[in-house]
């Protein structure tokens, strides 16, 4: 009978020199945006400048969008990358790292943040400050010109270009009703909706971190916009965004739940959602469901930066059952990814096209991942 500590070893180690293999790709692209520099004969110490800036920002987080590009296009293939289609999967993986790191740098001064990934946030480091608002400009550029140098030469480039620029605004649109919907400096629970809160969360999230990726590796492996499969007319970038979406929406509402349940040690970091007054699944569903006691005990208590008022939100909570409705949540969240992910033709059904064609394995590899988590 097989030992699974070894095969739990086998597969972190599997996990490990998988994100060193893509990590290595970053040290390449950061070389060639810096040689970029050279050529356009700025000044040393803003080619230093733009090297920290990218070195600090951009690698450092867990990168499973940026991964999630490369493995796709490894499942959209069906075998394994050679090493330019490696190389072109992760250098468009590290282009929705440098727009993470646009959004990151450019939100941590929008909320006046202290640390972020367990280190100062980079406007905050000496010498930086507002400075930092053309660094974040910067980071969003190098998507263009990687994008340019490596990709303009295929049909599907302009098709990028698209998707970069359409997502960035819908993110940006989302934090735009995040930011009027819950500023830290005034509590107004009365703008505050599970609507608004999934509006919130897809826009500002969902685009972003699941829908981006798997179209970018679309788009790499020249699925069409339709094709017909098993007698039906797939339509599957359209496909991929209604399974997507909605997953991303959990993928969220999960991180929100955590925030209040989970402890330092198991998700790394001190839930604030509460006293920084966060337009959270949890709050959300509290108001839904509270009476008008327990809805002034809310207005009293959350978003204020006081330990006393969180617990007593906290305990809020646990009153109303948050435990017991994120798991009903979950598995019916669950059940409803599923539905959708089955609706896509299983491989062997019959295809028209000639080409790639969408796979039940792509979306099925990002719910695996995020199901049941606890971190």
């Known amino acids: ?26 040290a390449r692209i950061r070389d060639e945006l810096i040689e970029n520099f050279v050529a356009e004969n700025m000044p040393k110490d803003a080619i230093e400048w733009y090297r920290r800036s990218l070195d600090f920002n951009v690698p450092g987080g867990k990168l499973n969008r940026g991964m999630s ?63 930092a608002i053309n660094d974040s400009f910067m980071l969003e550029g190098a998507i263009y010109h990687l994008l340019k140098k490596h990709f303009r030469q295929e049909s599907y480039y ?3 270009l698209d998707l970069f620029q359409e997502i960035t605004y819908k993110t940006e649109m989302g934090q735009l ?29 969902a685009y972003y971190s699941f829908y981006l990726p798997v179209a970018l ?3 790499m492996c020249h699925v069409p916009q339709s094709y017909v499969q098993a007698g039906k007319t797939i339509r599957p970038y359209s496909l991929a965004n209604d399974i997507l979406i909605p997953l991303g929406e959990y993928f969220q509402v999960q991180d929100d739940y955590l925030d209040y349940s989970g402890t330092p040690e198991q998700i790394g970091k001190i839930g604030t959602d509460i006293v920084d007054n966060k337009c959270s699944w ?33 305990a809020l909570f646990a009153e109303i059952g948050i435990p017991k409705l994120y798991e009903a949540y979950e598995e019916d969240a ?26 039940r394995e792509v979306f099925k590899s990002f719910l695996d991942k995020i199901y049941k988590r606890t971190k």
């Open 282 to 314: 949890c709050v959300n569903v509290a108001l839904a469901h509270a009476t008008p006691a327990q809805r002034a005990v809310l207005d009293e208590n959350y978003g204020r930066k006081d330990s006393a008022k969180e617990a007593k939100v906290k």
């Open 217 to 219: 590796a679309m788009y």
């Open 177 to 205: 009703v995040d930011l009027i919907t819950a500023p830290e400096d005034s509590v107004d629970l009365n703008k505050f909706s599970l609507d608004k809160h999934r509006f919130i969360v897809r826009y500002k999230t």
């Open 1 to 26: 009978m097989p030992n699974p500590t070894i095969k739990t070893d086998i597969a972190l180690e599997a996990k490990k020199a998988s994100r060193k293999k893509f990590e290595d790709v970053f």
């Open 334 to 359: 669950y059940k409803r990814i599923i539905g959708l992910i089955e609706t896509i033709p299983e491989q062997g059904d019959g295809s028209s096209v000639e080409g790639t064609v969408v796979k």
């Open 158 to 160: 302009v098709d990028l």
């Open 69 to 131: 590009v490369v493995d796709s296009v490894a499942i959209l293939r069906g075998r394994p990358l050679s090493d330019d289609e490696y190389f072109k999967a992760a250098l468009l993986g590290w282009c929705i790292e440098l727009l993470q790191a646009f959004f990151l740098v450019s939100d941590d001064m929008m909320d006046q943040s202290i640390t972020r990934r367990g280190q100062p946030c980079w406007y905050r480091l000496e010498g930086i400050g507002n400075i």
